[in-house]
């Protein structure tokens, strides 16, 4: 709701719905009463708005529009109402002004914000534009390029950076409210026709077309395939063509476009499904409710390869000390070098530079060959290669050192949490946290509990998960946990397509129109196929260690490609070797063109195989990898893996480049229809009697049966016994 106060001249209207003061139906009705009611008072001079408990406003309450009667069209008349008011409206800005919010404050004759307040316009996130005549008044207040960058990115500025723009009028460092109402005091009786941004022109641009051409073939690049950003731009665009109401009428009509698109919903269900993760719980009772973090003063990372030093970085910038330790001097020097390269060039993006980050200090960042120094430490990573002997070894031997409540993590992408915790006295303190690389930069932390990881051990690492400012998503034991498990069938349905007859930029070209960031070969190239086929040797699916005799495409009774195998055979390990899946410049080139070798290579391989080459076209493509990468999340899902499928969402939106404006993959088999996924599954599986990962599974099955319920309603199918934890 909102609060109306009348003190002295100022009438104070107070926006109120905890925690973010969402702009409700309900809101909205009372700012436009506590308006009017100012407005009739002759003795009220001026207006203030402000929020509820240091917060201007987040914006429209999102809830609100998948509502029957929708938000959409309440807002833009009273923020209008704001604007034609004939006494001064003052808005106090403080925590955040977003969204709507910012839009409410637009409105506004003067507006005032606390130095340490953000503002931005973020619609664009959820797949939405700024639909309350932002996109109309923004431009005229702040200029097209700043407007327009706001606008399309949805980012949040500072109230300096505010300032500098003149989206503010002042910033205060003391009392928000007492300035504002000061301000309204004195500009009682000045004339409001200039402080009305509806009146003002929009300042003019040199070459105003070109650069909106210029700057659309930005926005296009950077939306792929998700719709909002272009349509903020061309709401943006005929503020620069029309008059305001025009540019209102455009600006409405477009917002009706995104708010009636799949994807807008999409990106609103992932704003939520990220939150909702927080809510972590397990099987066997253990939640975010009832278990209390235990308080990381200080780290160790153990390794300091790839993922150990984004680690490193990672913790340096969330203010954590921490001690950084290698297996001897040599490997400690090069990876010493190499995180203070990263933390170089990351205290560079930040104000206040590496003194912030203070990693030059011992006593913060401390590299070392002793592990006696992990001794007082409250959390230790181990980031050592994938083996699980040499795992079991560093854990056995924290077990001995570190202090009895330590929490003993282990970075690792499939191997089992429960062998390497039985290596220890405390398998309670022993936990998977499974970081993607590079681990300074990727939002997700996989958080995995063992059989006997203690809730406070999981909440530790969910704590820790918020400090580097990272998703930490809670799931289960299992090989290749959600992420990778999931991924296993995707990527090995891209090689049997490449068998059939497909090529790697087809492949590749169809899930990145689809929306992925990289296809899965040029994925593969990135990483190096020496790491899978490292991997498959241990695994004794090729190499000396596979029996004489095994078919060339079949392991334990199951369809088999050995195409990666022969290509890392051929040296061909991806980047890193100038070829892998497609050719590149050099060694450690990053330009893949397709490479007339590989496609000779598969045309013999087909040939010695007896394939038939045919013609695959795109649907089939993303139906196969698409459809078993969801078919082995209803698999986990089933078995107690991970508590729901927002689970699976935010991990792969945030670790596997699943495009947000898509909803995750469980969100996506939701729009496409169970019926419809498990009907193709069923024809591939058909055809492909020996892939195990194309039959549908048992949870998928009996969702189609029951009617295809929405998605927040899947769990509620499981019966307690199917849960295998
Ligand atoms: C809009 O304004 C459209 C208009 O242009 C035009 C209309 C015509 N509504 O993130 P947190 C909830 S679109 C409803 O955990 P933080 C959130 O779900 C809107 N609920 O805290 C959570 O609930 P729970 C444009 C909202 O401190 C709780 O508040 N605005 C909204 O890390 C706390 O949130 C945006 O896109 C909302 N608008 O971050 C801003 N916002 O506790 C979206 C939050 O049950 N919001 N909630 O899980 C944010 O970016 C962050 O929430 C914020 C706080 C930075 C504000």
Same mark, same amino acid.
């Given at each position: 709701?909102?609060?109306?106060?009348?003190?002295?001249?100022?009438?104070?209207?107070?926006?109120?719905?905890?925690?973010?003061?969402?702009?409700?139906?309900?809101? !909205?009705?009372?700012?436009?009463?506590?308006?009017?009611?100012?407005?009739?008072?002759?003795?009220?001079?001026?207006?203030?708005?402000?929020?509820?408990?240091?917060? +201007?406003?987040?914006?429209?309450?999102?809830?609100?529009?998948?509502?029957? #009667?929708?938000?959409?069209?309440?807002?833009?008349?009273?923020?209008?109402?704001?604007?034609?008011?004939? %006494?001064?409206?003052?808005?106090?800005?403080?925590?955040?002004?977003?969204?709507?919010?910012?839009?409410?404050?637009?409105? =506004?004759?003067?507006?005032?914000?606390?130095?340490?307040?953000?503002?931005? *316009?973020?619609?664009?996130?959820?797949? *939405?534009?700024?639909?309350?005549?932002?996109?109309?008044?923004?431009?005229?207040?702040?200029?097209?390029?700043?407007?327009?960058?706001?606008?399309?990115?949805?980012?949040?500025?500072?109230?300096?950076?505010?300032?500098?723009?003149?989206?503010?009028?002042?910033?205060?460092?003391?009392?928000?409210?007492?300035?504002?109402?000061?301000?309204?005091?004195?500009?009682?009786?000045?004339?409001?026709?200039?402080?009305?941004?509806?009146?003002?022109?929009?300042?003019?641009?040199?070459?105003?077309?070109?650069?909106?051409?210029?700057?659309?073939?930005?926005?296009?690049?950077?939306?792929?395939?998700?719709?909002?950003?272009?349509?903020?731009?061309?709401?943006?665009?005929?503020?620069?063509?029309?008059?305001?109401?025009?540019?209102?009428?455009?600006?409405?009509?477009?917002?009706?476009?995104?708010?009636?698109?799949?994807?807008?919903?999409?990106?609103?269900? $992932?704003?939520?499904?990220?939150?909702?993760?927080?809510?972590?719980?397990?099987?066997?009772?253990?939640?975010?409710?009832?278990?209390?973090?235990?308080?990381?003063?200080?780290?160790?990372?153990?390794?300091?390869?790839?993922?150990?030093?984004?680690?490193?970085?990672?913790?340096?910038?969330?203010?954590?000390? !921490?001690?950084?330790?290698?297996?001897?001097?040599?490997?400690?020097?090069?990876?010493?070098?190499?995180?203070?390269?990263?933390?170089?060039?990351?205290?560079?993006?930040?104000?206040?530079?590496?003194?912030? *980050?203070? +990693?030059?200090?011992?006593?913060?960042?401390?590299?070392?060959?002793?592990?006696?120094?992990?001794?007082?430490?409250?959390?230790?990573?181990?980031?050592?290669?994938?083996?699980? $002997?040499? #795992? %079991?070894?560093?854990?056995?031997?924290?077990?001995?050192?570190?202090?009895?409540?330590?929490?003993? =993590?282990?970075?690792?992408?499939?191997?089992?949490?429960?062998?390497?915790?039985?290596?220890?006295?405390?398998?309670?303190?022993?936990?998977?946290?499974?970081?993607?690389?590079?681990?300074?930069?990727?939002?997700?932390?996989?958080?995995?509990?063992?059989?006997?990881?203690?809730?406070?051990?999981? &909440?530790? &690492?969910?704590?820790?998960?918020?400090?580097?400012?990272?998703?930490?998503?809670?799931?289960?034991?299992? +090989?290749?946990?959600?992420?990778?498990?999931?991924?296993?069938?995707?990527?090995?349905?891209?090689?049997?397509?490449?068998?059939?007859?497909?090529?790697?930029?087809?492949?590749?070209?169809?899930?990145?129109?689809?929306?992925?960031?990289?296809?899965?070969?040029?994925?593969?190239?990135?990483?190096?196929?020496?790491?899978?086929?490292?991997?498959?040797?241990?695994?004794? *699916?090729?190499?000396?260690?596979?029996?004489?005799?095994?078919? &060339?495409?079949?392991?334990?009774?199951?369809?088999?490609?050995?195409?990666?195998?022969?290509? =890392?055979?051929?040296?061909?390990?991806?980047?890193?070797?100038?070829?892998?899946?497609?050719?590149?410049?050099?060694?450690?080139?990053?330009? &893949?063109?397709?490479?007339?070798? !590989?496609?000779?290579?598969?045309?013999?391989?087909?040939?010695?195989?007896?394939?038939?080459?045919?013609?695959?076209?795109?649907?089939?493509?993303?139906?196969? =990898?698409?459809?078993?990468?969801?078919?082995?999340? +209803? $698999?986990?899902?089933?078995?107690?893996?991970?508590?729901?499928?927002?689970?699976?969402?935010?991990?792969?939106?945030?670790?596997?480049?699943?495009?947000?404006?898509?909803?995750?993959?469980?969100?996506?088999?939701?729009?496409?229809?169970?019926?419809?996924?498990?009907? #193709?599954?069923? #024809?591939?599986?058909?055809?492909?009697?020996?892939?195990?990962?194309?039959?549908?599974?048992?949870?998928?099955?009996?969702?189609?049966?029951?009617?295809?319920?929405?998605?927040?309603?899947?769990?509620?199918?499981?019966?307690?016994?199917?849960?295998?934890?």
């Amino acid at each position: 709701m909102a609060q109306y106060a009348r003190g002295s001249a100022v009438a104070v209207i107070r926006l109120r719905n905890p925690p973010v003061n969402a702009l409700s139906r309900a809101v !909205l009705q009372a700012l436009e009463d506590g308006l009017k009611k100012a407005d009739a008072d002759p003795s009220v001079k001026a207006v203030m708005i402000c929020g509820e408990n240091g917060k +201007f406003s987040a914006g429209a309450d999102i809830r609100g529009f998948s509502a029957p #009667k929708r938000l959409g069209g309440a807002l833009g008349p009273v923020v209008s109402l704001i604007e034609s008011s004939e %006494k001064p409206v003052v808005a106090a800005i403080e925590g955040v002004a977003l969204g709507g919010g910012l839009e409410v404050a637009l409105g =506004c004759h003067y507006r005032i914000a606390h130095v340490k307040a953000r503002m931005g *316009l973020p619609e664009v996130t959820l797949g *939405l534009l700024p639909g309350a005549e932002g996109t109309q008044r923004l431009p005229r207040l702040i200029g097209v390029p700043a407007a327009l960058d706001m606008i399309t990115t949805g980012k949040h500025i500072p109230a300096t950076e505010a300032l500098k723009l003149g989206l503010v009028d002042e910033i205060v460092e003391e009392n928000t409210i007492e300035a504002a109402i000061r301000l309204a005091n004195k500009v009682i009786g000045q004339p409001l026709g200039p402080r009305r941004l509806s009146l003002k022109p929009v300042p003019k641009v040199p070459n105003m077309e070109a650069f909106l051409d210029e700057a659309l073939a930005k926005v296009k690049r950077q939306a792929r395939g998700c719709l909002a950003p272009e349509l903020c731009f061309q709401a943006v665009r005929a503020a620069t063509q029309s008059p305001f109401a025009d540019g209102v009428r455009r600006e409405r009509e477009l917002f009706q476009v995104l708010l009636s698109s799949g994807q807008a919903q999409a990106l609103q269900y $992932a704003f939520f499904a990220e939150r909702a993760v927080r809510r972590w719980a397990t099987p066997g009772g253990a939640s975010w409710s009832s278990a209390a973090p235990q308080p990381v003063r200080r780290a160790a990372v153990i390794g300091l390869g790839t993922m150990g030093r984004g680690i490193v970085t990672s913790l340096v910038k969330a203010n954590i000390p !921490l001690v950084a330790l290698e297996q001897d001097l040599e490997n400690l020097n090069k990876g010493r070098k190499a995180v203070m390269f990263l933390l170089e060039r990351e205290a560079m993006k930040m104000e206040g530079g590496a003194q912030v *980050l203070d +990693f030059h200090n011992p006593a913060r960042l401390q590299f070392t060959v002793d592990f006696d120094l992990l001794r007082d430490v409250d959390l230790v990573i181990e980031a050592v290669f994938e083996n699980m $002997a040499l #795992k %079991k070894e560093i854990f056995h031997k924290l077990s001995k050192i570190c202090k009895p409540g330590a929490l003993l =993590c282990t970075n690792t992408s499939a191997l089992n949490i429960d062998e390497i915790a039985s290596a220890t006295n405390r398998p309670q303190q022993v936990i998977g946290t499974h970081f993607f690389s590079p681990a300074h930069v990727m939002r997700l932390l996989e958080i995995i509990y063992g059989r006997h990881t203690s809730p406070t051990a999981i &909440a530790t &690492a969910m704590q820790l998960a918020t400090a580097l400012k990272k998703v930490g998503v809670v799931v289960g034991n299992c +090989f290749g946990f959600v992420g990778n498990r999931m991924m296993f069938p995707y990527v090995q349905q891209a090689v049997f397509l490449l068998e059939e007859g497909s090529r790697p930029d087809a492949v590749d070209q169809a899930l990145e129109d689809f929306g992925f960031k990289i296809g899965p070969f040029r994925m593969s190239d990135l990483a190096g196929l020496d790491v899978g086929w490292r991997s498959r040797k241990d695994q004794g *699916l090729t190499g000396p260690s596979l029996p004489a005799g095994t078919p &060339a495409r079949q392991r334990r009774g199951q369809r088999y490609s050995p195409l990666p195998d022969l290509l =890392c055979e051929h040296g061909r390990f991806g980047q890193k070797t100038g070829k892998g899946w497609y050719l590149y410049e050099k060694a450690g080139g990053r330009t &893949a063109t397709p490479d007339p070798w !590989l496609l000779n290579f598969l045309s013999q391989y087909r040939d010695t195989h007896g394939i038939q080459t045919r013609f695959i076209d795109q649907e089939e493509i993303l139906e196969r =990898c698409l459809f078993s990468l969801i078919n082995e999340g +209803f $698999a986990i899902l089933a078995e107690g893996i991970a508590s729901g499928p927002e689970h699976l969402d935010v991990i792969y939106i945030n670790g596997y480049g699943w495009p947000k404006h898509r909803g995750g993959p469980m969100f996506y088999a939701s729009t496409v229809g169970l019926p419809r996924v498990l009907a #193709k599954l069923q #024809k591939y599986s058909e055809a492909h009697p020996d892939v195990p990962g194309l039959q549908p599974s048992a949870f998928l099955k009996k969702l189609a049966a029951v009617g295809n319920p929405p998605l927040k309603e899947w769990m509620s199918y499981l019966s307690q016994q199917s849960s295998k934890l």
